[in-house]
């Protein structure tokens, strides 16, 4: 997995490495419960993967390596991470500033859960990493 160092010094570079997590494999079938999850529609996980997969497809054929943390997750951790409706958004579980990486915090209760998913993950690819807690907002 790691055969690449985080670095990012300007955001005007071009991307070369991307981390991604698919959908939930759980549908938020009607407005009220889609409300309820801070969303203004309800959500189709097999509608929510093609256009995940579309997204992920577009990145690698710009070249760009995309990384689905979702497929590196221990069996267990997945088991629980795929219900995890909101978890792929994963532009806040961390940033890298230079060469260090920075962990996010989760703004709503219903992201919390998936935060050491992600963060054990990638003090297990960055171990000489200084991982740095930021709040994003």
């Known amino acids: 997995m790691n055969s690449f160092q985080p670095n990012c010094w300007s955001e005007h570079e071009e991307l070369k490495v991307v981390m991604l997590c698919a959908p939930s494999k759980l549908d938020v079938p009607d407005l009220t419960i889609a409300e309820n999850v801070g969303w203004d529609a309800a959500v189709n996980h097999v509608k929510a993967m093609d256009n995940f997969m579309g997204f992920k497809t577009t990145l690698e054929n710009a070249g ?67 991982l740095n807690n930021l709040l994003l907002l």
Do not use: M
């Open 64 to 130: 760009v390596k995309v990384i689905d943390y979702s497929e590196e997750l221990s069996t267990d951790v997945k088991t629980v991470s795929e219900q995890l409706i909101n978890r792929y958004f994963v532009r806040d579980l961390a940033c890298v500033i230079g060469n260090s990486i920075f962990y996010g915090a989760a703004g709503s209760s219903l992201r919390r859960p998936e935060y050491p998913h992600a963060h054990s993950l990638l003090e297990k690819w960055f171990p000489e990493k200084k």
